[in-house]
């Protein structure tokens, strides 16, 4: 096994090894050239006259010094490694070495400011990336404190997870610096943390410094920041805002004071996730910085990432867990408390719904992959944990954590969290060490509740079954029963606490009648009703969203829900219904017709932001996957006319009208709607009114032009020259990309596959543009100037990537560059799965899962057309 690995076992015997006390780590950064010189010292102790090793992927290394014996580099330094050998009680390890600077966003990433030329750095380490900037013990267990001592430009602003430090001349430092122009600044020590949450932030940063007032008394720092050239698009004010009100829910319901001594966030470029919950210094992807007008679901993703990142600072970073197998208890728990503190301490109460319709349909897409697993998984080394940052680690195991408050009750499970803080603080813990405490505070016994929602994998359907006599409901009954997938363990039978609401028509309105609460533990449960209660014209099992199950509709009550949807004035219940007829589309047990037409009838009802975007996603993945190449156009012209009909009924300036109007773009496709679309872009006719044509939505119309040949690579560059920013930059890499010819299309694929000089953000945006249209209207793939397709490059190249490309790299070429749904797709997929059975785990998972989505394509296309047919 390749040493950049680490497995379990051999984990497990480091920390049994090994207990670090501390890191001392002086970083030269002055942002030039490829490499930065780092030197670390490492006071540990150990079993006296034992072996171990520590971990680094460096460019060279100068020097290894361990108690005092400078060591052979050649004999111990090793890919990923550097071998201790002959470790004694107590020991002193000092190396000098030098890392490269990064462009894939893992490690220290270095980006280049097109706007100004400045530089900014940003470390990111999850999951095992510390080892890319010092050497350390890259494991969560092996806790420690660390002392950074950064040399850089003196104009530009360092931050750390300790509070920044006044710059100073640069002394006993002088030899190491470069530059006299450099100042360095000496962090004061952490308390004991996990490498991983470690991190180091430079360059000019700007922003806006606040504080509060902890409920300790004492007075915490706050500070946001971001680029220079994107300062005055930085809302700071409202980012505190939400700050704030986290800080104020989080010690209240925790019971325990903010941990750490300030709290930074820095928005910072080609950021591969939402956000990162370094100990008191959180990053964040720039594009919560918004320099154009964001949908309302935007706005409210960004305060749950910003309390998802403040939650993670008690639970992850003051108690962390011991390995990789509890990765889900940590962003289950931050899922969950950002959820429950946007619901209740901001303006977006309902974020329950927003929970529902976005995180939810997250996690039962991904419980039905062939790759799912059980939320507590089996996280045999990195390879196995790099992976599993998916649906099931975070949105169903807070839908379970949400099943968990209720079963034991919401006082009992803040009483046994401020007990497991308490117990904790500082320390690594397993699952077990929590429900001890939830255990007492609950007198819940939860072994039995832990087995089937954390220890197997996989979704149960609930359905309804009426009985009904002379227009009087008699019995309705639940039946529950497991969701199968092939090659994995069938799962139990779950308790869920649910209601089930009872709907009735009255002058064109579903008039909710009764809401009925019980719980439902086996094959069938009787449903507990009031005398005499009229039959229901629309029976909503899991109605409010409380459990996590699959849901089905009676017959009657289907035909209601798809003749009736706008007669659901709670946003809630429309959206469950929403998604239960996406899902029975999804399953092939509806034809995506129906779909198509409740959305055309509908569209003016579905006004909650985030449920909205939800239909226009899945709106466009009808369009692009579930519908055969020959029919595609007639399709995105039905829906682009039915959009921009509802764009000019919405009211002006609403979030409504803008994000039609944006999805009205995306699926122009007849010659007069990118007559429309092109007359707009130039001026010459006017936007809606309400529609602001801003810089990104510019970019968005031109994209789409180029994709149907309505713009020339000179109208790119020049609105390039316009818009020079790292945003523009990508923006015209995606229109460039887009545009189906040949020569486009091979640029891209060489680019995004051959250029290692491009930054991860910019392979994204070729690698969308690449995508776009890529396949012709005959089902066959643009032609790649080449005796081998693109297909064939794929299939050729995809293990290769995960052998020497980096984990983010690796999984955006995949993800992206797979040949759309075909029979053909689905063939060479599932030969390429039998013939590399020993490619790299990631390779294989990701292929699997686009082999399922391939698949599941073809089922929903061939159920449509029969449809069609019989019609």
């Given at each position: 096994?390749?040493q950049?690995?680490?497995t379990?076992d051999?984990?497990?015997t480091?920390a ?23 030197i670390?010292?490492v006071r540990?102790s ?9 971990d680094?992927i ?5 020097s290894?010094?361990?108690n005092g014996?400078e060591?052979d580099t ?11 050998p ?8 000092t190396i000098?070495?030098?890392f490269?600077y ?5 490690g220290?990433?270095r ?10 750095l940003?470390?990111?380490f999850?999951v095992?990336?510390?080892r890319?900037v ?5 494991q969560?267990?092996?806790k420690?404190t660390?002392?950074f ?12 997870n ?17 530059s006299q122009?450099s100042?360095?600044?000496q962090?004061?020590?952490?308390p004991?943390?996990s490498?991983?949450?470690?991190a180091?932030?430079?360059?000019p940063?700007?922003?806006v ?5 902890s409920?300790?008394?004492?007075t ?7 680029r220079?050239s ?5 809302d700071a004010?409202?980012i ?7 800080f104020?829910?989080?010690?209240e319901?925790f ?11 820095i928005?910072v470029?080609?950021f591969n ?9 959180v990053t ?10 964001a949908?309302?679901?935007?706005v409210e993703?960004r305060d749950?990432t910003i309390l998802h990142?403040l939650?993670?600072?008690w639970?992850?970073d ?5 390995w990789w197998?509890?990765?889900w208890?940590?962003?289950?728990f ?6 429950l503190?946007?619901a209740?301490a901001?303006?977006f109460?309902?974020a329950w719904t ?5 995180e ?12 799912t ?21 975070y949105a169903?195991?807070a839908s379970?954590?949400k099943?968990l408050?209720?079963?034991?009750g919401?006082?009992?499970?803040f ?11 500082w320390k690594?813990t397993e ?8 255990e007492k ?7 039995e ?7 197997e994998?996989?979704?149960n359907?609930?359905?309804?079954e ?26 139990s039978l779950?308790?869920h606490?649910?209601a089930?609401?009872?709907?009735s028509?009255?002058?064109?309105k ?9 719980d ?6 009787n ?5 005499d209660?009229?039959?229901?014209d ?5 109605d409010t ?11 009657a009550?289907?035909?209601t829900?798809?003749?009736?949807l706008?007669?659901?004035d709670d946003s809630l ?8 007829v996406?899902d029975m589309?999804r399953d ?6 129906r779909y198509?037409?409740?959305?055309e009838a509908?569209i ?8 909205l975007?939800?239909?226009?996603r899945q ?9 055969s190449p ?5 399709l995105s ?8 009909e509802?764009t000019?009924?919405?009211p002006?300036?609403s979030?409504?009208q ?7 773009v ?6 007069e709607?990118?007559d ?6 130039s001026g010459?006719?006017?936007?809606p009114?309400g ?5 990104d939505?510019a970019w968005g119309?031109?994209?789409?032009l ?5 713009i ?5 560059d ?7 920013t790292a ?11 887009a ?5 486009s299309?091979?640029r891209?694929y060489?680019?995004a ?7 991860n ?5 070729v ?11 005959d ?14 490059l794929?299939y050729a190249?995809v293990e ?6 980096t ?8 993800l992206?560059l797979?040949p ?7 063939s060479?997929?599932r ?5 590399h059975?020993n ?8 292929m699997?899962?686009l082999l399922?989505a391939t698949e599941?394509s073809?089922?929903v296309r ?5 449809h069609?047919?019989d019609?």
């Open positions: 096994m390749s950049l690995n680490l379990r051999d984990a497990r480091r049994q090894l090994i207990n670090v006390d501390s890191y001392d780590i002086t970083l030269v950064l002055d942002g030039h050239g490829d490499t930065f010189r780092t670390t010292t540990f150990a079993q006296d006259g034992t072996d171990s090793f520590i680094a460096t460019d060279t290394v100068a290894v010094v361990l014996e060591l050649s004999q111990v330094v090793s890919e990923g490694r550097i071998a201790l002959g470790l004694a009680k107590d020991n002193v390890l000098d070495a030098t490269f990064m462009n894939t966003g893992e220290l990433h980006f280049v400011d097109p706007v100004d030329n400045e530089t900014y940003y470390s990111q999850e095992p990336d510390s890319r010092f050497p350390v013990f890259e969560p267990d092996m420690a660390f002392a001592n950064v040399i850089a430009p003196k104009h530009w602003e360092v931050f750390s300790s509070p920044t430090p006044r710059p100073h001349d640069l002394g006993e430092f002088a030899d190491l610096a470069e122009k100042a360095v600044w962090f004061a020590p952490t004991p943390i490498s991983y949450i470690t180091i932030v430079a360059g940063y700007t922003g410094r606040d504080s509060l007032v409920s300790d008394g004492e915490v720092p706050l500070g946001v920041f971001c220079a994107l300062a005055s698009h930085l004010d409202n505190i805002e939400t700050t704030k009100a986290g104020a829910f989080f010690e319901q019971q325990t004071p903010y941990p750490f001594e300030k709290y930074d966030q928005f470029p080609e996730a939402g956000a990162m919950e370094n100990a008191g210094c964040f992807v720039e594009s919560y910085v918004f320099r154009s007008r949908t309302e679901a935007t993703r749950v990142e939650a993670h600072m639970f992850g003051l108690v962390t867990m011991k197998n509890d990765l208890l940590n962003e289950s931050a899922e969950f408390m950002s959820t503190a946007t209740e901001t303006r109460g309902d927003t929970f529902a319709t976005l939810k349909a997250w996690a039962y897409r991904q419980d039905q992959l062939p790759s697993h059980p939320i507590e998984a089996d996280i045999a080394d990195l390879h196995d944990v790099e992976v599993n940052f998916d649906g099931i680690t169903k195991g379970v954590l099943q408050v209720a079963y034991v919401r006082e009992n499970f009483t046994g969290l401020k007990a497991y803080f308490d117990t904790h603080a690594n699952l077990r060490d929590l429900l001890v405490e939830l505070s609950s007198g819940r016994d939860l072994d509740w832990v087995r089937v929602w954390l220890q994998s996989g979704v359907l609930l359905k309804p009426l009985k009904v006599s002379d227009g009087v409901l008699t019995e309705l009954l639940i039946h529950q029963e497991p969701w199968v997938i092939e090659g994995q363990p069938t799962p779950r308790p606490r649910l089930v609401g009872l709907y028509l009255k002058d064109d579903l008039v909710r009648t009764e809401l009925i609460h019980l439902v533990n086996q094959a069938v449960t449903v507990p009703l009031p005398p209660t009229p039959q229901p629309l029976v909503l099992v899991n969203d409380l459990t996590y199950a699959k849901i089905r509709f009676d017959d009550s289907l035909e829900a798809l003749a009736h706008s007669g659901i219940a429309q959206l469950l219904v929403l998604s239960t996406w589309v092939a047990e509806l034809p995506l017709e198509i037409e409740l959305l509908n003016d009802a579905v006004t909650h932001s985030t449920g975007t939800v239909q226009i709106l466009t993945t009808a369009v692009e996957s579930y519908t020959q029919n595609r156009a007639e012209a039905r829906v682009a006319d039915f959009l921009w509802a000019l009924r919405s002006e300036n979030d409504q803008f994000q039609l109007f944006k999805a009205f995306t699926h122009a496709t007849t010659p709607q990118l429309r679309l092109e007359g707009i872009h010459d006719l006017d936007a009114d529609i602001t044509i801003d810089k939505l119309i031109v994209s789409y180029a994709l149907h040949d309505r020339s690579d000179k109208d790119i020049a609105l390039m020259n316009e818009d020079n945003s523009g930059i990508r923006f015209a890499h995606v229109a460039r990309s545009r189906c010819t040949t020569n299309k091979k891209a060489d680019l596959t051959g250029d290692t000089s491009l930054p953000a910019v392979i994204v945006a690698t969308s543009g690449f995508s776009m249209g890529i396949e012709q209207a089902g066959t793939l643009i032609d790649s100037g080449d005796e081998n397709s693109f297909a064939d794929f190249h290769d990537w995960w052998n020497t490309r984990l983010e790299i690796a999984q955006t070429l995949t992206r797979h759309p749904a075909s029979c053909e797709t689905a060479r997929t030969e390429w799965l039998e013939t059975p490619a790299h785990k990631g390779a294989r998972r990701i699997r899962e399922d599941r073809l089922r061939e159920t449509s057309q029969s069609s047919r019609a």
